[in-house]
C-alpha cells in the first residue's frame, strides 16, 4: 500500500508548489493600456487587476487547461484557453468595445424621446407635467418643442407644415384613433389621455420606424407604465372638477383605475368667456389599468371612457343678434391589450389589439347630424438580436376603419349618409446595424395593402448616425409616408388616393449630463394631396401637391444654474401647398414661419416650491380674405402669437400638492384668423370675426392629495 | 493497511482539503474585506472589486463577495462624476446583489445593499428618480429589516432616506434622528464574530448624528 501512497503524495506535494507565473498587458483597439481590468483564471480565486498603464502579472497554483479571462467595463469579455505547467507565460490582450445602450450613438434624426429615463433623453416622463402653459396636456408640452407650429385654436399638434391630421398616436405601438377630446369650434382641445400613465414618450417629427404607418407628418408613441409597486389612492380636487383614482397591487401584476368629473359651468361663470355657452363642457372621463407578469411575458389591458357634452351659441357675423344653438355629445370607447415576452433562441415577440369607438352627436338648429368612426388594430411583431450588433424586427398589422356620417339637410328636407370602411394590411421589416459605438444604420421597408383603392404599396425607410468624436454626432433619416385622405373627404370619395410625404432629415446632437443642444434641418415633399378640381368641391381628386422646409435649434440646460432647469426652442418653417381649394400653391393657415418656446423651472429649496414660466411666440400666420381677388389668396395675416404662462407647485407635506397655473398672463389679444360671413353685406363686403381666445387666461387650481403607506410617495409625477 | 484505512485517509485528505479550501476562502475575503474599507478611490475600489468578483467566481454559492462586490461598486458610483457612468456602477451592483439574494434569500444585508443603490440611484437624477427608486429603496429596507429587525445597516440606511425626505419637505427630522439612533445603538451591539459579515455604516451614522444635532439646535 506504501508503494501507492508514495507516488501520490509526492504529486500532491508538486502539485502544490508548482506555480505558473502569467505577465501582459490589456489595451484597446488603439493600443491604449487599459487600467483596472480584472484579469484571472476561470472559476478560481487567481489573477489580479492591470496597473495604471495596462500591464499585469500574477502567479498562479492552478494545472493544466484552464482559460484566462480578461473583463472590464464597456468592453467584450476577452478569453483565451491558456496550459498552465509551471513555465512563465506572456500573454497580451486587446479588449474591444462592447457596444451599449449608454455610450452608443442613438439614431435621433427627428426624435425626441421622453422616458427610459436611463438613457440620456432631451425630455423627461416629469417634463409633460411640469411644462407651464401646458395644463398637463401631452400635446402643449410637446408644443414646447422644435418642429412644432403653435396652432392656439386648436390645442393639437402640427408638425413641420403639417395638419393637425397628419400626427398620430400610439399607445404600447398601438394606434388611437381620435385622441383629442371634443371641442367648441376655435376652441382648444385637450389630448384624452394624460402624461401619468405613460413612463416613456417618444415624439418624432419625422422619418419614423417602418412600424408606424397612416401618418404623414408625426408619429407620438406613448409607453404606459408597468406594474406598480405600490397601493395607493390619490384624489384632486380641481378648479373645474375632481378625480379619485386608486391602485392595487399583488404578486405579479397591478390594477388601476381613475374616475373623473369635469364641469366647466362654475368656472364660466366666474371668468367671463367669449362663448356664449348654454351649458359649458361637462365631461364624465373613466380609465383603468391591468397589468400582469405571466412568465418572463407582460400582458397590459388599458381602457378609456368618456362621454362629453357641451351646448352653445353661434352668432352670425352679418347680424351678432342672430343666433344658432349647437348641441354636442361625444361618446368615446378606448380599449388597447398588449402582451410582449421574450422566446426562446434570443427571439422577442410582442403583439396587440386596439379598438377606438367615436360617436359626435350634433345638433344645429334643428339640423341634426352625426359621425361615428370605430378602429380596430391588430398587430404582432418578432424581434431579434443577432451577435449583439445586428438586430431586426419585423411585423404585421391590420388596420380596420369603419367611419358613417349622417346629416339633415333641411333645404332638401332629406337625410344625407355619408361613409366608408378601410381595411389595411401591413407588414414591415427593419434591421438595426450597430457597425460599433461610433456607426449605426437603420434600414427598413413597410409594405400596405388598402382594401378601397384594391392598390398596395412599399415604402422604404432608412436612417443613419454617426458619432465622430466623444460626444456630438450627426444623423441622416429619409423615408415615404401614407395617410389615407381626411375622413370628410375619403366618406365621399372612395377613389382617393393615400396622401403621401417624403421626408429627408439632418440632425446633429450633443447631449452631456446636463445640457442639450441640437439643430436639425428637413425637406418634406407632398404628393396625392385632396384636392378640389375645377375649383369645385363636388369633383376631388388627389392631385395636390406641397412642401415644407425649415431648421430648427434647440437649447436645454439643466446645469448652469443651480436649481434651474430651461429650454429654448425655435423652428423656421418655409411651406406652401396647392391643395383643396388652393387657386394657387399659398401657405396653409396653420403654418407659422418662426416659432419659438422659452420654458423655464425653477424649484425653489426653501420655500418647496417650484415655479415654472413658458413663453410661445409664433410668427403670423395667413388668414382667408374673401374680399380679396384670387391672386390674393391667402396673403393677408394675422397679428403674431405670443402667450406667457407660469405655473406654481407647492409641496408642504410629501403627501399633498397645491397646483396654480395661468396662462397668458401679459393678457395679450392673441388673433388666430378671421371668420368670414358666408354672406356680403349691403356694400357686397364680407364682414368679418376675428378667431380668439375663449378666455384671455385659462386659470386652474389643483389640490392632490396621496394616501399610500409608502410616506415618499406622491402625485409629482403625475401633474 | 486494510482497505477500511485507506478509506478513512482518503476520507481525512479530502474533509481536510474541504477545510483548508474553506480557509482560503476565509483568508482572501479578510484581506479583500480590508482593502475595501481601506479603499478610497476608484482604482482602489475597482481592484478589491476585481478580486470579489474572481473569488465570486470560484465560490459559487458564497454570497459574501457578490455582496462585497457590490459595495465596492456602490462607493465608485458615490466617487464617480458622470451621472452614465454612476449607472454603470450601480448597474453592476445592482446585478452581484440580484444574483447573492438568489443564493441566500434570508439575508438581511442584501436588502439593505439592494436599498442602498436604490438610494444612490436618485441622487443621480432626483427629479425624474425620486419617487420611483425612493420608493424602491425603502421597500427594500422595509425587507432587510423584517428578515433581521437587529440590522444596523438597514436600520441606518434608512433614516438616512428618511432624514432627506424630511429634510426636503421641511418636516420634522426627529423620527429619523431617532431611528438613527437605534441604528447606533445596534451598531455598538453588533459583535463581529464573523469576519466576514458586513461591519460598515456607523461613521455614516455618527455623520448623521451630527446633521441631526446641528438641526436641533437651529
Known sequence: ?719 | MKMKTILLILMLGAISEIHAGDEKFKQVMISNIDLVYKASTIEEYQSAVNAFDRIAGAEKNRWEPLYYSAFGNVMMALKATEAGRKDEYLDLALAAVTKAIALAPLESELPAMEGFIHMIRVTVDPGTRGPEFSMKANMAYGKALQLNPENPRALALQAQMEFGTANFFRSSTASACQMNESALTKFAGSNAENPLAPAWGESMALGLRVQCEQTAKK
Not at chain 1, 484579469?39 to 482559460?67: P, W
Not at chain 1, 422577442?348 to 344645429?364: C, K, V
Open chain 1, 1 to 719: 500500500m506504501k508503494k501507492i501512497l508514495l507516488p501520490v503524495l509526492i504529486f500532491l506535494v508538486i502539485s502544490g508548489y508548482a506555480q505558473t507565473r502569467i505577465n501582459g498587458t490589456v489595451r484597446d483597439a488603439k493600443g491604449e493600456g487599459l487600467p483596472g481590468v480584472n484579469v484571472l483564471i476561470r472559476d478560481s480565486y487567481d489573477g489580479t487587476s492591470t496597473s495604471i498603464d495596462g500591464s499585469f502579472s500574477f502567479s498562479t497554483d492552478e494545472k493544466d487547461a484552464r482559460i484566462l479571462v480578461a473583463t472590464s467595463v464597456g468592453y467584450k469579455p476577452f478569453e483565451r484557453p491558456v496550459t498552465l505547467e509551471g513555465q512563465e507565460l506572456r500573454i497580451d490582450i486587446v479588449l474591444r468595445e462592447e457596444v451599449n445602450q449608454l455610450d452608443a450613438v442613438v439614431i435621433s434624426a427627428g426624435s425626441y424621446t421622453a422616458g427610459e429615463e436611463r438613457r440620456r433623453t432631451v425630455l423627461k416622463p416629469l417634463d409633460i407635467a411640469t411644462t407651464a402653459g401646458a395644463t398637463a396636456d401631452i400635446a402643449g408640452a410637446l408644443n414646447t418643442l422644435p418642429g412644432t407650429q403653435k396652432v392656439g385654436e386648436t390645442g393639437r399638434l402640427f408638425v413641420r407644415g403639417g395638419d393637425g391630421n397628419e400626427a398620430r398616436t400610439f399607445v404600447d405601438g398601438m394606434l388611437v384613433l381620435s385622441p383629442y377630446g371634443p371641442s367648441a369650434p376655435n376652441t382648444p382641445s385637450r389630448g384624452r389621455f394624460l402624461p401619468f400613465m405613460f413612463k416613456g414618450t417618444s415624439f418624432s417629427t419625422g422619418g419614423y420606424s417602418a412600424e408606424y404607418g397612416q401618418a404623414l407628418s408625426s408619429a407620438l408613441v406613448l409607453n404606459s407604465k408597468d406594474k406598480a409597486e405600490l397601493n395607493q389612492t390619490d384624489i384632486g380636487i380641481l378648479s373645474v372638477g375632481a378625480d379619485v383614482a386608486h391602485t392595487q397591487v399583488w404578486g405579479k401584476g397591478s390594477a388601476s383605475g381613475k374616475i373623473q368629473y369635469t364641469n366647466l359651468r362654475p368656472y364660466m361663470d366666474f371668468i367671463r368667456q367669449r362663448v356664449d355657452w348654454i351649458n359649458p363642457p361637462a365631461a364624465l372621463e373613466g380609465t383603468a389599468a391591468f397589468r400582469q407578469e405571466i412568465g418572463n411575458g407582460k400582458l397590459k389591458a388599458f381602457a378609456s371612457l368618456s362621454e362629453t357634452d357641451f351646448s352653445l351659441y353661434n352668432h352670425s357675423i352679418l347680424d351678432p343678434a342672430l343666433k344658432q344653438s349647437l348641441d354636442l355629445a361625444n361618446r368615446y370607447r378606448y380599449g388597447n391589450l398588449s402582451y410582449k415576452t421574450e422566446l426562446a433562441g434570443g427571439w422577442g415577440l410582442r403583439g396587440g389589439l386596439s379598438y377606438s369607438y367615436n360617436r359626435n352627436d350634433i345638433r344645429q338648429g334643428n339640423s341634426p347630424a352625426n359621425e361615428t368612426e370605430k378602429g380596430t388594430h391588430a398587430k404582432v411583431v418578432v424581434d431579434r438580436t443577432l451577435f449583439s450588433q445586428f438586430d431586426v424586427h419585423a411585423g404585421m398589422e391590420v388596420i380596420d376603419r369603419d367611419y358613417n356620417a349622417s346629416r339633415y339637410n333641411d333645404t332638401i328636407n332629406q337625410v344625407q349618409y355619408k361613409g366608408f370602411r378601410e381595411t389595411i394590411a401591413g407588414s414591415f421589416a427593419e434591421s438595426e446595424i450597430q457597425v460599433n459605438n461610433r456607426l449605426v444604420t437603420r434600414l427598413g421597408a413597410r409594405y400596405e395593402y388598402n382594401s378601397l383603392l384594391h392598390q398596395s404599396s412599399l415604402d422604404p425607410r432608412a436612417s443613419i448616425a454617426f458619432r465622430p468624436g466623444r460626444r456630438g454626432q450627426f444623423s441622416f433619416a429619409y423615408g415615404i409616408f401614407r395617410q389615407s385622405a381626411p375622413n370628410a373627404y375619403l366618406s365621399l370619395h372612395h377613389e382617393l388616393l393615400q396622401e403621401r410625404a417624403e421626408h429627408f432629415i439632418l440632425n446633429y446632437q450633443i447631449i452631456t449630463d446636463q445640457q442639450t443642444f441640437r439643430v436639425e434641418a428637413y425637406l418634406k415633399q407632398y404628393k396625392g394631396l385632396v384636392k378640389f378640381m375645377n375649383s369645385d368641391p363636388y369633383q376631388i381628386g388627389s392631385a395636390g401637391t406641397g412642401y415644407a422646409q425649415g431648421f430648427e435649434l434647440f437649447w436645454r440646460d439643466n446645469k448652469t444654474l443651480k436649481n434651474v432647469d430651461y429650454w429654448i426652442s425655435y423652428s423656421y418653417l418655409d411651406t406652401r401647398r396647392d391643395y383643396l381649394n388652393y387657386p394657387v400653391a399659398a401657405v396653409p393657415t396653420f403654418a407659422s414661419a418662426h416659432n419659438l418656446s422659452a420654458v423655464y423651472k425653477h424649484f425653489i429649496t426653501a420655500l418647496k416650491t417650484q415655479v415654472g414660466l413658458t413663453y410661445s411666440y409664433a410668427s403670423p400666420r395667413t388668414y382667408y380674405n374673401p374680399n380679396l381677388s384670387r391672386d390674393q389668396f391667402l396673403t393677408d395675416k394675422t397679428p403674431s402669437y405670443q402667450d406667457l404662462s407660469v405655473n406654481i407647485s407647492y409641496l408642504p407635506r410629501n403627501w399633498l400638492i397645491l397646483y396654480v397655473s395661468c396662462t397668458n398672463v401679459l393678457s395679450r389679444n392673441n388673433i388666430f384668423g378671421y371668420e368670414y360671413s358666408a354672406l356680403p353685406d349691403g356694400n357686397g363686403q364680407y364682414p368679418a370675426r376675428a378667431v380668439r381666445q375663449p378666455a384671455d387666461h385659462f386659470l386652474f387650481l389643483g389640490v392632490f392629495i396621496t394616501m399610500s403607506k409608502n410616506k415618499s410617495v406622491n402625485q409629482l409625477p403625475n401633474l
